[in-house]
């Protein structure tokens, strides 16, 4: 059966610095791999998607990048926090998990930036 | 046009009663119906899905109603218990493309004992 990692669970980091998430999924080839971001009580946002290993779309310009150097791995990136990415990220991957393909998230991380 | 509106934004139910949860599109270039249910600190879970060619479908207590010509659908939750305190969150899916789901802004539910 397919699983998806995200690690760390949660993150403190002073505004200004660097930031790496990361997001693995088992069971799996070649799926389409997703950053969300959720804020306080809001909604999913989607930040990138990627189809394959070093393709990344961006849906929203910001301080965030993210790769994908591996077929099942997606990093999240940033080189200089800000306050206002403090948030819920959430890593998916779209695939077949019993009957139509869709969309299955991973566990999240919390980042606060301070 | 690629919204889906979602309401309310927030609803308190008492034990036992039934909470509706409502979205609706505009593409109809849509063909596939997600609901999910998060918990606080967790990642959303999949948690029924229907598509346009059926008008109803349950899975235990959860049921999604759809009206194809309205382009609206719904969740019910029969025999609400304080563990189905949660955000749900509906979602449109046009297939096959590469980018995500297309997500309702999400509905915090309350089960009050």
């Known amino acids: 059966s397919q699983t998806i990692h995200q690690w760390p669970a949660t993150l403190v980091q002073p505004v200004g610095s660097p930031l790496s998430l990361e997001c693995t999924v088992e069971?799996?080839?070649?799926?389409?791999l997703y950053w969300y971001r959720q804020a306080a009580g809001r909604g999913l946002q989607l930040l990138f998607y990627?189809?394959?290993?070093?393709?990344i779309s961006s849906e929203v310009p910001q301080n965030l990048s993210a790769s994908r150097p591996q077929d099942r791995q997606f990093i999240l990136s940033s080189k200089k926090l800000l306050l206002s990415d403090s948030g819920f990220y959430l890593c998916?991957?779209?695939?077949?998990?019993?009957?139509?393909?869709?969309?299955?998230f991973g566990p999240g991380t919390r980042l606060t930036v301070l | 046009q690629q919204q889906v509106k979602q309401s309310p934004q927030s609803l308190i139910v008492q034990k036992g009663g039934i909470p509706i949860i409502n979205c609706a599109y505009e593409?109809?270039?849509?063909?596939?119906f997600p609901w999910y249910q998060q918990f606080p600190g967790k990642g959303p879970a999949l948690l029924i899905a229907?598509?346009?060619?059926?008008s109803e479908k349950k899975e235990g207590r959860f049921t999604i109603s759809f009206n194809k010509s309205a382009k609206q659908f719904s969740l019910h939750i029969m025999d609400s218990q304080p563990g189905d305190s949660a955000t749900y969150f509906c979602a449109a899916d046009s297939g096959g493309g590469a980018d995500g789901l297309t997500f309702g802004k999400g509905t915090h539910l309350i089960i009050q004992p």
């Open positions: 998916a991957w779209r695939g077949k998990a019993g009957g139509r393909d869709t969309q299955y």
């Open positions: 593409n109809t270039a849509f063909d596939y």
């Open positions: 990627s189809v394959g290993i070093g393709q």
């Open positions: 069971g799996t080839s070649n799926p389409n």
């Open positions: 229907i598509r346009p060619d059926v």
